[in-house]
């Protein structure tokens, strides 16, 4: 989950309701097709992504691509039915093969996936209330520090305009002006991603950098 959301952008819901045949690991690439939602009073269900353009075939980088084959192996799961609204003038229920579950097959509600995450966190010393979504806006800041063509950019991400780009960007920029250790990391890190190719990112690589 955590190489999906750094590697390629994905959110939370995209991640959470990604299908076994939506990976190709023949052509490297990782489909968005849905998103797994969570409303009070039923059970998670697949739905349409978030914006038009959140519908998206993303490169997979080797980093990520050799963690989900061993996702895979390890964890194996009989499909469960699932209700799936992706297109909501016709809701269906259907078997889905979803790549990660709560251990029997059902899918991960986030509450329980706050009980994973939380520990995990502290134990590696990461500020409190980070979560996917920051190794999202990791993802977004390494292209943009390695001058991607904003169109190509957004495709990638799932964004669907140049407002989502800015405000990430204001962010980026405060984050870095802060005088702390944490922030001069940042940009030592985020400077090597952008002069060198990144891991996650740069999938011409067939090795990871490593950035000790």
């Known amino acids: ?48 992504p978030k914006t038009k353009t959140s519908r998206r075939v993303n490169e997979l980088p080797t980093l990520v691509s050799n963690s989900l ?13 699932i209700d799936d609204e992706t297109d909501p003038r016709r809701p269906i229920r259907r078997p ?12 991960i509600h986030r509450a329980d996936w706050s009980y994973i995450w939380r520990p995990a966190v502290n134990t590696a010393g990461l500020p409190e209330g980070f979560g996917l979504r920051d190794l999202r806006h990791y993802f977004a800041t390494v292209l943009i520090l390695r001058w991607s063509e904003r169109q190509d950019r957004s495709a990638r991400h799932g964004a669907h305009d140049a407002h989502s780009d800015a405000q990430h960007l204001r962010r980026l920029l405060a984050g870095c002006r802060r005088p702390d250790a944490h922030a001069r990391g940042l940009r030592a890190e985020l400077y090597r991603g952008c002069t060198h190719g990144h891991p996650l990112t740069d999938t011409r690589r067939s090795e990871p950098i490593d950035h000790r």
């Open 1 to 48: 989950m955590v190489y999906l959301a750094a590697g390629c952008g994905w959110r939370a819901g995209e991640i959470f309701g990604l299908e076994r045949d939506a990976i190709n690991f023949d052509t490297m690439e990782v489909e968005v097709r849905h998103q797994l939602t969570v409303v009070s009073g039923r059970t998670p269900y697949l739905a349409p």
């Open 69 to 81: 084959r061993g996702h895979l192996e390890t964890f194996r799961s009989l499909p469960e039915e």
């Open 96 to 107: 889905a093969d979803l790549v990660f579950t709560r251990g029997d097959g059902r899918p």
